[in-house]
């Protein structure tokens, strides 16, 4: 078993809140992560696929007031929308007889769906956590390599050979395009959304160009659009925003997409274990994309992420403003003797980030001269981490 983060995070913010949505991709350790949580207090557990458990919340206030001394987990609640209607009244109903933390923890597959009901019907009443896959501050450094090769999800990470793991990871690709999506937003073609998704592995990490995807599928902008929406909500796919603050000269406005799983965007390019890697055009921008992707999700809370690049060519991978407005500029290279652009310099002084730093794959923390520090991919996500 390999211990996540975010447990703690989960338990103190039941401690403060009457509901908490966990959010994170199917197949991502939800509910393993809330049924740890539950050995430590008395709970029950209802997963909503399950008929016998839907047939339970029948009468859902019934149900659930007779269980008011309990946690109460609700796995793939967005199969229940109506649900969050009655929590909203037995929550408040607890509040007046001095129940007023941990009562609710509700687990779900995709943030756009869930958030709006859970804003607008718990609004004030419930804490968000998402849940991604395993980081390299939970797997141990030693295992960097496979957790970039493989992806972060338990059952691909762990699998027993190469083969293993890529034959899952092909089946979970099968099943969002067949099974999951369609639940969640309007009947897509299986074959056009992996059409479409195969085609942001290409461009791993590049900028968004709705036009070129729409022209390769065949469709107009505005469906490109929906598609990637959708990816997004569905926590599959990441939208890197450019730094919008007024530095006087002109900036990109379009921004970077990745598929946030590194191990997913190399099963849609058939890519099956570490050499296949290394010897494909993607490999370059599949690690700037786990590294950008690994730092966004160790950064604290509040943590907002960017890029910068003007159009003259200045550019920064990855801006985060830390909590209390610090700025960080980081550098991914794939290179063991790593050594930052002209744009590099000249972009951080545009900007003027608190720190500059240059990520690799080596170990050795050391300087570089001009304030940049050259640092390893753990290394700086533990430094985050720490913040």
């Not at 849940?131 to 939970?138: N, W």
């Not at 450094?141 to 957790?147: A, H, I, Q, S, T």
């Not at 929406?229 to 900036?251: I, S, T």
């Not at 690690?287 to 966004?296: D, H, N, S, Y």
Request: hydrophobic share 40%.
């Amino acid at each position: 078993m390999i211990s996540r983060r975010a447990t703690s995070t989960l338990a103190r913010l039941l401690d403060r809140a009457p509901a908490v949505v966990l959010l994170g991709p199917r197949q991502v350790g939800k509910t393993t992560l809330a049924l740890e949580v539950a050995e430590r207090r008395p709970s029950i557990y209802l997963d909503l696929e399950s008929s016998a458990d839907r047939a339970r919340l029948a009468e859902p206030e019934l149900y659930l007031s007779g269980h008011g001394d309990k946690l109460v987990i609700l796995d793939e609640v967005h199969r229940a929308p109506q649900i969050f209607q009655e929590l909203r009244g037995i929550i408040d109903r607890g509040r007046r007889e001095g129940r007023r933390t941990g009562r609710f923890l509700l687990l779900g597959s995709a943030s756009l769906d869930l958030l709006k009901q859970s804003g607008e019907s718990l609004a004030g009443r419930v804490a968000l956590l998402e849940l991604g896959p395993f980081d390299v501050l939970e797997v141990g450094e030693e295992r960097l390599d496979p957790l970039w090769v493989r992806g972060g999800f338990p059952d691909s990470l762990l699998a027993p050979t190469d083969a293993d793991s890529l034959g899952w990871r092909t089946h979970f690709i099968r099943t969002y395009l067949e099974r999951d999506i369609p639940q969640f937003g309007p009947r897509i073609p299986a074959e056009t959304l992996r059409r479409f998704w195969t085609m942001l592995a290409h461009h791993q990490g590049g900028l968004l160009n709705a036009a070129q995807l729409a022209r390769g599928l065949g469709v107009d902008g505005k469906t490109v659009a929906s598609y990637l929406d959708l990816l997004v909500d569905l926590l599959l796919v990441r939208r890197l925003q450019p730094w919008h603050a007024n530095a006087g000269k002109r900036l990109v406005k379009s921004p970077k997409v990745y598929i946030r799983d590194s191990g997913i965007a190399h099963a849609l390019l058939g890519i099956p274990d570490r050499e296949g890697l290394l010897g494909h055009p993607v490999a370059g921008p599949s690690w700037e994309a786990f590294a950008v992707e690994t730092l966004i999700s160790t950064a604290p809370e509040g943590t907002e992420a960017a890029f910068y690049r003007t159009s003259a060519g200045a550019e920064i991978d990855l801006v985060l403003t830390l909590p209390g407005g610090r700025r960080w500029a980081v550098e991914v290279k794939r290179s063991l003797a790593p050594r930052p652009e002209k744009g590099f310099h000249i972009a951080c002084d545009d900007i003027a980030p608190e720190r500059r730093f240059v990520v690799y794959p080596g170990r050795e923390a050391y300087p570089l001269g001009h304030g940049v520090e050259a640092i390893g991919l753990p290394s700086l996500a533990a430094l985050l981490n720490d913040r």
